[in-house]
């Protein structure tokens, strides 16, 4: 039944995107960094995680879920070690996708040319 | 300078406006639909691979899922087929993680005729840039929020 949820949630918050840019006419930056902070705030809220255990991947793989993860990283490390924590535990969760975006670009760079 | 005359202005934003037309909100919608549904399902194909056979907890799995939808779409971007696949299904393409990859993997070849380090270096965050900044600033802000009213009540 995840697998079900995972389709339709990922796929409902992509047609946001979609709506975000044909109807509100928002340049794909701006349809990316509003759903980021929209998924901060909710995250915030603790309205987010409800969402991940009902849809899985449907919430983790959407951009949304990156501010998600920096709030609750965030958070998570506060809840440790004070204040200071809010800005050394940001990046706690989301550095699996940025490290392995760097790397991995950074090698395709060196293998790969451009095309198209 | 040269001014481009009035009637030849307007007839290409006509002809523009005609262009965009031909894709209704309601393809996009459905396209965006199917394809940010179907990565979303190999996610979670991908979390149930690593959580029955590499030993992943229900909560850490989607860090080597991301990992994994990254690489594909670093390939995919690399061999010319993602953005392809972004033209067809817009936001479908953009707001799964593997748009960010694409955003990073696209601009990192690009620039490489720049070289490694002022070229990929400097340029690789140029587009996805944007989303690490604001993601970053508006979660510190509500973490300060949420810690501090914990602290008080």
Redesign the interface.
Known sequence: M??FW??????????I???????LKMP??Y???T???I???L??LGWYEPLIRF????A????????YA??NG??AE?ERH??I???TG?FE?T????S???V???L????????? | MKQVSLPEATSYQQMAKTQEEKRS?VT??L?????????????????WMYETFFGFTEKNA??????T???LS??L????HY??LGQWA???A????????NT???T?????SEG?VLG??GN?FK??G???V???V???I???????WQLLV
Do not use: C, E, H
């Open positions: 995840i697998f995972a389709f339709v949630i990922g796929g409902l918050i992509s047609v995107g979609q709506l975000m840019m044909d109807v794909p930056a349809m990316t960094t759903l980021v902070v998924g901060a705030v995250g915030g849809a899985g991947a449907g983790s793989v959407p951009i949304t879920s990156f501010g920096l709030v965030a958070l506060a004070g204040l924590g809010v800005v940001m969760i550095s699996a996708g940025i392995s975006a760097i991995f670009s950074f395709a760079a060196l293998v790969f040319r451009p095309k198209g | 909100v996009n919608v396209r965006a639909f199917l394809v940010g549904g179907l990565i979303s399902l190999l996610g979670q194909g991908l979390m989607s860090n080597p899922t991301v990992a939808l990254v690489f670093v390939l971007t690399a061999l010319g953005d392809k817009g936001a479908g953009t707001v799964p993680v593997t748009g960010f990859a990073m993997a696209s990192a070849l690009d620039f490489r490694l990929v270096g690789m587009m996805a944007p989303v690490i604001f993601g970053v508006s979660a510190f509500i973490a300060l929020i949420k810690t501090i």
